[in-house]
């Protein structure tokens, strides 16, 4: 008798469930993340530019935002269990093919597809839980994987510099390409289907791009997208940039670089759980605009310092340290306006959500290195002009006085 990967799903308790939806949650960050303090020693060792390195960000970034753009509504049709599977499985294969590649060519197609299947633990785990868990039950575990995804960024860059201490670059996607390996058979072993067949969607993609569509003839709704996806941008031109300009001009480590990099993280953590705190006492719309102004004045401020010859690494960290910790409040905030805005077609609305993501942060990682070489001032100006952007669309379209987006009360 035949058995189905839909039908040969294994029984569960909510734990192990949550867990292994939790590495699959963090295994994108990770992949983003932890190469970044061997930036230097990938431009050494394929004998190509720093931006050419940026371009891999770049890649993998289109590819999670392509991937969970497309691979959310494929789910709704097709069921999940699957998808994370082949998902998992391609993560393993492509990062073995980044480890391994011999052109920098090569290591950049296989980053766009590595970010395509680390995709799929993203959008789909988004899909199992809610699939699974209903009201207050549902906030909960969506709660906790937001806390690992958050938690990831800070991990990763100290991984990796662990990693880069004991070995080359390459060493960094054999631990990644381990890594699916061992999400793969967590997914067989504990992530049973979630959606039965007469629950599947027969429109699939088509029905989710016309909802999309709709959404986006909302001026509120593109404006909230903007401030969210610039404001990534500003983080991943930070990301990309400050490799060489903490180890290259101010002479760190990567072992120093990482440190100051998950320093920097954990100040984003600590601010999504002071939003966590306040978003029942104060508006969903003014704590918005507390972080676009905290991210913007750091901006303006490491600019002003470099333009009058102060680049120093301790007046660069802190700046960069307030940038990163007025992001983890304006990433909350915005995604849970936006969530509410387009609360009539969720699927749509969480796609969007990531494709607006992760297009913004592909556009702005290569930015800073795109003069020929990545300073101090070309990050920071990078960081500021999307912040601005960011600002710009909070004031002109977003209009938080309006209070879209608000729950009942908060008005």
Same mark, same amino acid.
């Given at each position: 008798?035949?058995?189905?990967?839909?039908?040969?799903?294994?029984?569960?308790?909510?734990?192990?469930?949550?867990?292994?939806?939790? !590495?699959?949650?963090?295994?994108?960050?990770?992949?983003?993340?932890?190469?970044?303090?061997?930036?230097?020693?990938?431009? /050494?060792?394929?004998?190509?530019?720093?931006?050419?390195?940026?371009?891999?960000?770049?890649?993998?970034?289109?590819?999670?935002?392509?991937?969970?753009?497309?691979?959310?509504?494929?789910?709704?049709?097709?069921?999940?269990?699957?998808?994370?599977?082949?998902?998992?499985?391609?993560? *393993?294969?492509?990062?073995?093919?980044?480890?391994?590649?011999?052109? &920098?060519?090569?290591?950049?197609?296989? $980053?766009?597809?590595?970010?395509?299947?680390?995709?799929?633990? @993203?959008?789909?785990?988004?899909?199992?839980?809610?699939?699974?868990?209903?009201?207050?039950?549902?906030?909960?575990?969506?709660?906790?994987?937001?806390? &690992?995804?958050? *938690?990831?960024?800070?991990?990763?860059?100290?991984?990796?510099?662990?990693?880069?201490?004991?070995?080359?670059?390459?060493?960094?996607?054999?631990?990644?390409?381990?890594?699916?390996?061992?999400?793969?058979?967590?997914?067989?072993?504990?992530?049973?289907?979630?959606?039965?067949?007469?629950? $599947?969607? /027969?429109?699939?993609? $088509?029905?989710?791009?016309?909802?999309?569509?709709?959404?986006?003839?909302? $001026?509120?709704?593109?404006?909230?997208?903007?401030?969210?996806?610039?404001?990534?941008?500003?983080?991943?031109?930070? &990301?990309?940039?400050?490799? =060489?300009?903490?180890?290259?001009?101010?002479?760190?480590?990567?072992?120093?670089?990482?440190?100051?990099?998950?320093?920097?993280?954990?100040?984003?953590?600590?601010?999504?759980?002071?939003?966590?705190?306040?978003?029942?006492?104060?508006?969903?719309?003014?704590?918005?605009?507390?972080?676009?102004? &905290?991210?913007?004045?750091?901006?303006?401020?490491?600019?002003?310092?470099?333009?009058?010859?102060?680049? *120093?690494?301790? /007046?660069?960290?802190?700046?960069?340290?307030?940038?990163?910790?007025?992001?983890?409040?304006?990433?909350?905030?915005?995604?849970?306006?936006?969530?509410?805005?387009?609360?009539?077609?969720?699927?749509?609305?969480?796609?969007?959500?990531?494709?607006?993501?992760?297009?913004?942060?592909?556009? /702005?990682?290569?930015?800073?290195?795109?003069?020929?070489?990545? *300073?101090?001032?070309?990050?920071?100006?990078?960081? @500021?002009? =999307?912040?601005?952007?960011?600002?710009?669309?909070?004031?002109?379209?977003?209009?938080?006085?309006?209070?879209? !987006?608000?729950?009942?009360?908060?008005?």
């Amino acid at each position: 008798m035949n058995v189905s990967v839909d039908s040969a799903t294994p029984r569960t308790g909510t734990g192990r469930l949550i867990i292994t939806l939790g !590495g699959l949650s963090a295994v994108s960050p990770f992949a983003t993340d932890m190469y970044a303090p061997g930036f230097p020693q990938i431009v /050494a060792s394929f004998e190509t530019s720093g931006t050419a390195v940026q371009l891999s960000l770049t890649a993998c970034l289109i590819g999670l935002a392509v991937g969970q753009v497309v691979l959310g509504p494929v789910s709704d049709a097709m069921g999940r269990r699957r998808l994370l599977l082949a998902g998992s499985g391609m993560f *393993t294969v492509l990062s073995l093919v980044c480890a391994l590649a011999p052109s &920098i060519a090569v290591f950049n197609v296989a $980053r766009l597809l590595q970010g395509i299947a680390g995709s799929a633990g @993203l959008v789909i785990g988004r899909a199992v839980i809610s699939d699974r868990f209903t009201g207050t039950h549902a906030a909960r575990q969506l709660s906790t994987l937001s806390v &690992i995804a958050m *938690t990831a960024p800070v991990l990763a860059p100290v991984a990796g510099g662990l990693i880069l201490g004991i070995g080359s670059w390459r060493l960094v996607f054999v631990a990644l390409a381990v890594t699916g390996l061992l999400l793969s058979t967590a997914v067989w072993a504990r992530v049973p289907e979630s959606l039965p067949f007469e629950q $599947r969607q /027969a429109g699939g993609l $088509r029905a989710v791009l016309k909802a999309m569509g709709g959404l986006l003839r909302r $001026r509120e709704l593109i404006g909230y997208l903007l401030v969210m996806g610039c404001g990534l941008g500003a983080l991943f031109a930070y &990301i990309s940039g400050s490799p =060489f300009v903490f180890q290259s001009i101010y002479g760190l480590s990567p072992a120093g670089y990482s440190l100051v990099f998950a320093t920097n993280a954990i100040g984003t953590v600590m601010a999504g759980v002071a939003f966590g705190r306040l978003a029942g006492r104060l508006r969903l719309n003014s704590l918005l605009a507390i972080g676009v102004v &905290i991210t913007a004045s750091s901006a303006i401020t490491l600019v002003a310092l470099l333009a009058v010859g102060i680049s *120093t690494f301790p /007046a660069t960290w802190a700046c960069l340290f307030g940038v990163t910790f007025g992001f983890g409040v304006v990433l909350p905030a915005s995604t849970t306006i936006i969530l509410a805005v387009g609360s009539d077609a969720p699927g749509a609305a969480s796609g969007l959500l990531g494709g607006a993501q992760f297009v913004l942060s592909a556009a /702005a990682a290569p930015l800073p290195g795109v003069l020929g070489s990545t *300073t101090a001032m070309s990050m920071a100006v990078v960081v @500021l002009g =999307f912040v601005l952007i960011a600002a710009a669309a909070l004031i002109t379209l977003a209009r938080p006085w309006q209070n879209h !987006g608000e729950p009942a009360g908060q008005h």
